[in-house]
DNA sequence: CATTTATATAACAATCTGGTTATATAACTT
DNA sequence: AAGTTATATAACCAGATTGTTATATAAATG
């Protein structure tokens, strides 16, 4: 089975989720909008369900896909231990910048 | 060439990560450390240096791999206009966990 | 009831992935 | 200089992934 990191690295499978963010779809709403064959979008539509990133609810013979975002907590839970790093290195980013554009000002007065 | 969501996607890369956020490392102490072959770690190495994930930096025969972090922001801009989705249900799941257990006591007292 | 509609699944082909072994390359060591 | 060490790349293979077409299934409709 697929673990969430696997189901995200398809670019198809992202506008998915980015597509039910908005709203909870119908899968022919997906196939409209997204280029991929309508089993296609089923295909899709099930590794997300396995990996638990949307649900699914019967209305006659239509199905509407909802996300679940509670899934996400997962990759934000693993992206956490690295975001002070980043974090850090944008600051330093910025307080290089304030230094260089405060030389700059001195340059300008000497 | 594989985007940062497909370079996080394999297990073995994702813990060449998680070591590298400790400290810099060479190839060879990877390879001590999981088990894959040497050539494989290069290559894995390599898949996450093409993401922008990890750079080298040469040491005469050695290379040390050392963690970018900042490649991760993208990883983190993805998942932004997710957050509050999640926290929201959390929260609501919160409440409902605090209500539950304010009826639980005001049972116990009738 | 026959037909159409919405979705899922099966079967298949092409490509990609991740691993391995063998080999190349360049830098140390003796 | 010859041998050893650290790493990268090539060549190869098994299995996975993604897409397609054909088909199954169940619900809606005429």
Do not use: C
């Not at 039910?20 to 089923?42: A, W």
């Not at 199905?63 to 997962?74: K, N, Q």
């Amino acid at each position: 089975m697929m673990t969430i990191f696997e189901a995200l690295a398809d670019p198809t499978r992202r506008r998915i989720l980015d597509l039910l963010r908005e709203q909870p779809r119908l899968v022919g709403e997906l196939v409209d909008l997204l280029e991929t064959s309508q089993p296609g979008i089923s295909k899709h539509l099930r590794v997300l369900r396995d990996a638990g990133l949307v649900s699914v609810r019967k209305d006659g013979q239509r199905r509407w896909y909802e996300l679940r975002p509670e899934a996400l907590a997962e990759v934000d839970g693993w992206l956490q231990p690295y975001r002070h790093l980043w974090e850090a290195r944008f600051d330093r980013l910025e307080n290089l910048l304030d230094q260089l554009q405060e030389e700059e000002k001195n340059d300008g007065q000497t």
